[in-house]
């Protein structure tokens, strides 16, 4: 990603520039510019798309996110008092270095209260790395030091310290001194923050953990809701039930793990499976509930008839089979929550046992294990004491998670209850990610270990066949771009660049197409760049657009050539003021100190151009368009056995034509 063009940004999908024309996302012609396209295709001749993937969930695996064991915060005033103990008693050096720690964390402060929340994750690691630095810096002034989490400082032997050959003791200790001034410098502040700034909460995961109630926390917190905070005890399970439900479609799909026995206990816990399981059956799951302990309540009568309605079955523990295994590909744990207390009484104990049992069969796929907030039968604080407890695959807590969520070790630890108002957070000192986008639920923790040798997708998609692809690409091109269109993809005229120069070696980003003109395929950016750099040593470059969520790429090779002045120059024009000083500021390609000058040019720039008068093109910024000499559809299918259709030129009675040709995947 190279200049602002090229970096993708959020924006209607729509770029057509002309406002006179209306927004109709079938309409082939809304696409890639307000150029015209030659021979638009009519919308009913276009292929029959595979919707199913098109909607797919952000991903909420979060790299920022550690569940690092918490041990105890020390109160802060005495880790503040210990690292300012040790940085005046080792002097000047030191003391600078943590100035700037502290002008570090006041900047980043600063831009965690204004930034937006998604691209803040990536600057708290910037921010550790450059506090790392400083903190670096620190170290060595300081002739080596150990800080410990609860800010203690011990000094290392003069062999450990600073001695590049002992890089990993030296990181540890940097980090923990990284650890004990953020908690210094940080802390409060963070803690002050309510949760609507919940970028900041997920910058500061990265070097904080998450906070843990007590099971008298949990109980006072959920008094809290449905008392002075005005939230009533239906609201709150059916919003932490549709969390569940949705933390178990992120991860099991239902076209692997339809069938899900519920087994409910007699509390809210109890209440929260039975919504789960609605929802699971609106998400396509095939639910059966077990509910031994029915209460009379009407808020549980409502959620047993709404869950017969939908022809949910209902079955004893009885009528279970001896292994769930052989009926169920899924099993949620919804029978006690925080409340929980002693061990088991029938028929839950026999329930918990079968649920145990699960974890001994190696033979075959076993059910997977949910436990709502608590895995049942797990002391509330102290987790599966004894280790003969359930061993859940994914966990859901609710509202923040309970102190024995530390012991949860399984792959999967999500967070739902997406209503914890900032008075809660505050009261209880709640540090929480944040939810992404409209999502009920979050993961917390490590993303899974994942075996990147498996992982591969069955394609399903509509057949591609030769009779079905236009006889012109470029029409071909506009019929899957309106598909990719009409699903919503985002940024569907993003592409990959490939050029090579005079050396040979091959380099690729992504850019935005920004119009096919007379069937060639027009970018901008910067013509001092190294893809310009090496267009002008070869001009033939390739395109490649992936559209995942219809399983189709395609690849369009040609030559390519500067586009002209004036359209460089009209298209400049076109772009918001910001992309415009945005490019002059750039000497795409150089090597800059810091995005601090980048920054400053930018503010310098902006006053000048402040008046609204004209931004002046940079010379060196211009277009390129690719004529294409080939082309190829390429369409996911089962069993790897992918659609292939390539296109290349032909004369036929002295006509040029494209030639179609299946390949094989
Ligand atoms: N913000 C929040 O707070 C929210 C909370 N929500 C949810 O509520 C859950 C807490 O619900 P809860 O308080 O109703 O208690 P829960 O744990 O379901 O079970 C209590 C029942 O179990 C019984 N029982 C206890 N021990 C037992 C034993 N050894 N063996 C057998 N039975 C035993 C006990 O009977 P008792 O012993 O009192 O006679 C009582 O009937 C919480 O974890 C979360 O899932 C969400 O819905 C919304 C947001
Ligand atoms: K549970």
Sequence with gaps: MSSVDEIPQPHPTNTNTNPSQPRDSHSPNHDVSSQPINSPTPPDSRAPISLHDATTLPTESNPYITPAPVSDPAPAKNTLDSVKDVLGRWGKKAAEATKRAEDLAGNMWQHLKTGPSFADAAVGRNFRASLDTVLHSAYIGLGGSRVDDNGSISKVSSSESCNSDDEEDECVSIDALATAISHVILKPQFRALSTKFSGTQQAMASFDSFSYLTQREAVEVDESLMGPLGFSVDQLMELAGLSVATSIAEVYKPSDYSRVLTICGPGNNGGDGLVAARHLHHFGYKPLVCYPKRTQKPLYAGLVTQLEALSIPFMSVEDLPSDLSDDFDVVVDAMFGFSFHGSPRPPFDDLVNRLVSLHNQISQ?????????????????????????????????????????????????????????????????????????????????????VDISAMRENYISPEFLEEQAEADPINQFHKWFGDALAVGLKEPNAMALSTVGKDGKPSSRMVLLKGVDKNDFVWYTNYESQKARELSENPHASLLFHWDGLNRQVRVEGYVQKVSDEESEQYFHSRPRGSQIGAIVSKQSTVVPGRHVLHQKYKELEQKYADGSLIPKPKNWGGYRLTPHAFEFWQGQKSRLHDRLRYSPCEINEQKVWKVERLAP
Excluded at 384 to 392: E, R
Excluded at 399 to 406: G, V
Excluded at 408 to 433: D, T
Aim: glycine share 10%; aromatic share 8%; with cysteine.
């Design 365 to 449: 796929k076993r059910s997977v294990i949910i436990s709502i907030d608590i895995p049942s039968g797990w002391h509330v604080e102290e987790g599966d004491v004894d280790g003969t407890g359930i061993k859940p695959d994914l966990l859901v807590s609710l509202t923040a998670p309970k102190l024995c969520a530390k012991k949860f070790i399984g792959p999967h630890h999500f967070l739902g209850g997406r209503f914890v108002p900032p008075a809660i957070a505050e009261k209880y000192n709640l540090i929480l990610p944040p939810y992404p986008g409209t999502s009920m639920c979050v993961r917390i923790g490590k993303p899974p270990q």
